[in-house]
T-cell receptor, first 114, second 114 residues
Framework: DADVTQTPRNRITKTGKRIMLECSQTKGHDRMYWYRQDPGLGLQLIYYSFDVKDINKGEISDGYSVSRQAQAKFSLSLESAIPNQTALYFC?????????????FGSGTRLTVV | GDSVTQMEGPVTLSEEAFLTINCTYTATGYPSLFWYVQYPGEGLQLLLKATKADDKGSNKGFEATYRKETTSFHLEKGSVQVSDSAVYFCAPIRSGGSNYKLTFGKGTLLTVNP
């Protein structure tokens, strides 16, 4: 099994619908992140969580919300999807250990809003 | 705030050509530096890292040297292969305190032709 699992892998939804993207990890990491990737724009941080009780907005949080249900689970919701939220979404985790700053990424969820 | 500037792509090379992808950064404090790679249809993977000035990170034939005086971390490979075709991301991370997050460049698409 992958260290960071995202579901679904692909999703097509209609404008105005609520949708949830889920992320679970087996790394035992405290820190989890949601990123959005658009062609030519790199990765933009949506939300991040440094532990279960700590949730922070990233660069582009408008239109999104998150829930950290447990150390291993961090879900992203689009309350009312709009077409410009069509993108590739990545979940990532990282360790608090300062000798190991690297992030572990999931394989991504490709979301299309029509 | 922290920022990173990567060479814009796309970059197209023939197999066995020499590769350089430039990366410069501005970061508060003394950052650690990372290169991530994203193969088609996959999430990002850590390629290499350097945690202090003059360190050289290396992996899979790729190298990058942490140049504090020029705030650069250019990625190089002496002889690229078709399998190196991917998007490459430079990412500095500040080292001060515990509230750290990676800052990603916009990515450079590399295509290697046979």
């Amino acid at each position: 099994d992958a260290d960071v699992t995202q579901t679904p892998r692909n999703r097509i939804t209609k404008t105005g619908k609520r949708i949830m993207l889920e992320c679970s990890q087996t790394k035992g990491h405290d820190r989890m992140y949601w990123y959005r990737q658009d062609p030519g724009l790199g990765l933009q941080l949506i939300y991040y969580s440094f532990d279960v009780k700590d949730i922070n907005k990233g660069e582009i949080s408008d239109g999104y919300s998150v829930s950290r249900q447990a150390q291993a689970k961090f879900s992203l919701s689009l309350e009312s999807a709009i077409p410009n939220q069509t993108a590739l979404y990545f979940c990532a985790t990282s360790d608090l250990d300062r000798s190991n700053y690297g992030y572990t990424f999931g394989s991504g969820t490709r979301l299309t809003v029509v | 705030g922290d920022s990173v500037t990567q060479m814009e792509g796309p970059v197209t090379l023939s197999e066995e050509a020499f590769l350089t992808i430039n990366c410069t950064y501005t970061a508060t404090g003394y950052p650690s530096l990372f290169w991530y790679v994203q193969y088609p249809g996959e999430g990002l993977q850590l390629l290499l890292k350097a945690t202090k000035a003059d360190d050289k990170g290396s992996n899979k034939g790729f190298e990058a040297t942490y140049r504090k005086e020029t705030t650069s971390f250019h990625l190089e490979k002496g002889s690229v292969q078709v399998s190196d075709s991917a998007v490459y991301f430079c990412a500095p991370i500040r080292s001060g305190g515990s509230n750290y997050k990676l800052t990603f460049g916009k990515g450079t698409l590399l295509t290697v032709n046979p």
